[in-house]
């Protein structure tokens, strides 16, 4: 029986990139190099953690949606059994056009224990499970395959994920750029426990998805901890944070008018703490303290997030983690021709 890979598992490294694209970061990448190189101590007070360099060849630093989900035997979790499963990658259904450099670089860095998939669009930053429960952002999922009809993407999904037990959340936040990623909605920081965005304002605009949301978590036995993290309403860029970025017909214009979402699930799980985005309002306070009192034997590392914010994603997006024994393959050294 196969055996999934955990984002929380002990024995684990992480994997960051290094941000320089001038049409998605303000000053060439500088401020948000700052913060990944920040975020990259974080995470070493845990576990091994490196920074790709931008000479090795990726369009953007979203790790999680363009490196694959591992799977073993159960009977054998040696590195030479660990397999890579890959979806297509097509730029976030167009958020960029400019993609043949992260559709590839998975198996430039793995080689042939990548198995890519070429017939059906998908980002791993939709996917969060447990070992036993898959949460799936199918939104995101359905928007990418209009040639395959939703029971035919539901038998897909089942049968690529065996033995795990998809829960399909068919709902997205207003702001989500990928038109609804899991790990912005959901996520499982351990096996007994999910956090969620939530809002009991009527007048917020994602308040039917939440409600929605929290409606389809039910599918979850009640042994699954469910903890509800307020959900910020879509939040503005000042102008210094937009004044710089130049603009291309390529990707999507990051101009003053594109609002940031601020999800506080949108975090990074280890095996010993969690890495919470901070984002300079009221929320962030009561989170770390909502979260340490539902996983009192993890640590919280409180990090400002709002500099990856500004690029569409979120800590959860930009890091990646693989099982510790597959680290010596990571083939970082060929750059992309």
Known sequence: MRRWFKEYSAGQVCL???PYRSDVWRKNGEPAQARIKQLQQSISQFQPCSILPSTIGYDDIWLRDTLPLWHTIETCPEAADWRGWQPRFNGWGGVQSA????????????????????????????????????LIGFNSIKSRNPQLNESQLKRLLADTFEPLKPIFIETQLVAD?????IDNLVLFVNDNTVIYSATNEPQHPDFVACQQLEK???????????????????????????CNITHSSGSLARTTEL??????????VLNQALIV???????????LERLQKAVPDTRMIPFNARELVLGGG??????????????????ADVPCA
């Open 277 to 287: 985005p901070q984002y300079d309002l009221p929320e962030d306070q009561q989170v």
């Open 216 to 242: 389809q978590l039910q599918e979850l036995p009640d042994s699954i901890n469910k903890i509800a993290l307020p959900l910020p309403s879509p939040q503005p860029s000042r102008y210094f944070e937009r």
């Open 16 to 18: 960051l990139a290094e």
């Open 99 to 134: 993609y043949d450099k992260d559709a590839t670089l998975a198996t430039r860095l793995f080689k042939e224990r990548v198995i890519s998939q070429s017939f059906w669009v998908a980002e791993n930053g939709t996917f969060s499970h447990n070992g036993e429960w898959l």
């Open 259 to 268: 609002p940031l979402l601020c999800s506080y699930v949108n975090c990074i």
């Open 314 to 331: 979120g800590l959860h997006c930009v890091s990646y983690q693989l099982p510790l024994a597959l680290a010596p393959l990571v083939n």
């Open 177 to 181: 750029e990928t038109g609804g990623h």
